[in-house]
Nanobody
Framework: QVILGVSGGGLVQPGGSLRLSCAAS????????MGWYRQAPGKQREWVAS?????????SESVKDRFTISGDNAKSTKTIYLQMVGLKPEDTAVYSC??????????????WGQGTQVTVSS
């Protein structure tokens, strides 16, 4: 199984930057991809960006060119980051990370970290 710990949210002015971190521990060798999602008040959760074990990244159109997802692997943890620049009020949301885990029986399991609030306001 996998445990995800998220950090890095906060209050920032429009045009500012923030960096989120999501550290995975546990059976990290079975993680094939990790990603960031966000949910604004009154809206559905939406996918923001993802990265797989080969380093391939993908972004939603709304954050492309402003957000960068990256990752690094230590012996017992796998961490992804979301560097956000040029933040806009519409980026305000609770940001969460997800890990895609391939179980021994070849089924996919999805683990979620707790959310962190990002508020973009002057």
């Amino acid at each position: 199984q996998v445990i995800l710990g998220v950090s890095g949210g906060g209050l920032v002015q429009p045009g500012g930057s923030l960096r989120l971190s999501c550290a995975a521990s546990g059976s990290i060798s079975k993680i094939h991809a990790m990603g960031w999602y966000r949910q604004a008040p009154g809206k559905q959760r939406e996918w923001v960006a993802s990265i797989n074990t080969n380093g391939l990244t993908n972004y939603s159109e709304s954050v492309k060119d402003r957000f960068t997802i990256s990752g690094d692997n230590a012996k017992s943890t796998k961490t992804i980051y979301l560097q956000m620049v040029g933040l806009k009020p519409e980026d305000t949301a609770v940001y969460s990370c997800k890990a895609d885990f391939l179980a021994l029986d070849k089924t996919w399991l999805y683990f979620w970290g707790q959310g962190t609030q990002v508020t973009v306001s002057s």
